[in-house]
């Protein structure tokens, strides 16, 4: 793989758990066939904030229009008169920012839930349509038994992980996971709740922009429509991975990860989901986010990029050996993956999966994790 790089330290006496756990046997064998409807460009187009502005030079007293404005947007009923009344408060200056940051934040709020609810739901319902006619549970037994026989080759290679692992868990996630491409395909309304979210994040991102800068730090926060991107991703990630049958331990301990999950960096979030779902799917437990592995990951990603190395062994006095870093955040660790050359932690993940030794520490029998990135420059510990 040009232009990537990775590098692991095994675990020291460490051996995988079975992968022979059962999953829950599928109840409701029946299947539809879900479409897409063509509405992502219309709802583009629908929702895209008017890029002139009106201009304040002519209100006499922009607070007092700013103000009618807000409670204007409470009384409206069509998305395009919420879009007039958000395209005329930018046009307010400071006085137009501060009540549109202060609309398009509360809106974001109490929508959010509601797209969160629906797409669990829609999750579950996609899942269970597409459950095989029969009992999968044996084929699901022999698929595991199939990664995990690959695991403890002799001589694993990226070929044997190829040829036999990838099938084995692209039919596992088949049976058991869907993925949220999957559940906005299976609803539209989704979609289109996904936008207005976004479309409420770009507008307190504008909106923030016209206030005083001595002032913007006395908004309440909300993210602007990238950062809302990677919180949503990570989000919908989540609820599709919690949609997977799981055993009462794992979703408990993905449930516990998500307030930890909210101080990481979005793709370390995703990559964390990911080697989490890739071990649920395979029948090993779901690992805890541990912080201090996270800061330790992070310190040794962000030392490789600036130092100009690329191992295990660190130069730097007290930062010499993965152990040493998780002391120093105050954890334990016990085997390291590290990588370089993609900002995506899912693709990390991959790239780990892909190589030998790191393909070992991810299906460990380590109970927490953390991982960290500075640029494109990848840790990860487990403990």
Not at 280 to 302: F, Y
Not at 340 to 369: C, F, I, Y
């Amino acid at each position: 793989m040009a232009g990537y790089k990775v590098a692991g330290v095994p675990t020291h006496g460490d051996s995988p758990r079975s992968l022979f756990t059962p999953a829950p046997t599928m109840l409701d064998p029946a299947r539809c066939a879900v479409t897409f409807p063509a509405v992502m460009l219309a709802i583009s187009v629908l929702l895209a904030l008017p890029a002139v502005a009106i201009s304040d030079a002519g209100v006499a007293n922009p607070a007092a229009e700013a103000r009618r404005l807000q409670g204007e947007y409470k009384r409206v009923k069509t998305l395009l008169e919420r879009q007039e009344i958000a395209a005329a408060l930018l046009g307010l200056g400071p006085d137009g920012g501060r009540r549109l940051h202060a609309i398009a934040r509360g809106e974001f709020l109490k929508r959010l839930p509601t797209y969160s609810a629906a797409f669990q739901r829609t999750a579950a319902d996609v899942l269970r349509r597409r459950a095989p006619a029969g009992d999968p549970t044996a084929e699901i037994a022999a698929l595991r038994h199939t990664i995990h026989d690959v695991s403890k080759a002799a001589e694993l290679t990226k070929e044997l992980i190829e040829q036999k692992s990838d099938p084995a868990l692209a039919r596992l996630e088949s049976l058991l996971a869907v993925t949220p491409a999957d559940v906005l395909a299976a609803d539209a309304t989704l979609v289109a709740s996904r936008e207005e979210l976004l479309v409420l994040a770009g507008w307190a991102e504008q909106a923030g922009s016209l206030v005083p800068e001595k002032e913007r730090g006395k908004l309440p926060p909300l993210p602007g429509r990238a950062e809302a991107i990677g919180h949503l991703d990570a989000a919908d990630e989540l609820a599709a991975l919690l949609a997977t049958p799981l055993s009462p331990a794992d979703r408990q301990t993905l449930i516990a990860n998500v307030p930890l999950a909210r101080n990481l960096d979005p793709e370390e979030a995703r990559g964390i989901q990911r080697l989490n779902q890739i071990r649920v799917l395979v029948g090993l437990p779901a690992q805890a986010i541990d912080p201090g592995l996270v800061a330790a990951c992070r310190m040794h990603s962000e030392d490789m990029c600036t130092k100009d190395f690329f191992a295990h062994e660190s130069p730097i006095a007290g930062r010499e050996t993965p152990w040493k870093r998780a002391a120093l955040s105050g954890t334990t660790g016990s085997a390291e993956n590290i990588a370089a050359g993609t900002e995506s932690g899912p693709e990390a993940v991959l790239m780990w999966w892909h190589s030998p030794g790191h393909h070992k520490n991810l299906l460990g029998d380590q109970k927490r994790t953390g991982l960290g990135r500075y640029e494109r420059h990848w840790t990860q510990l487990f403990g």
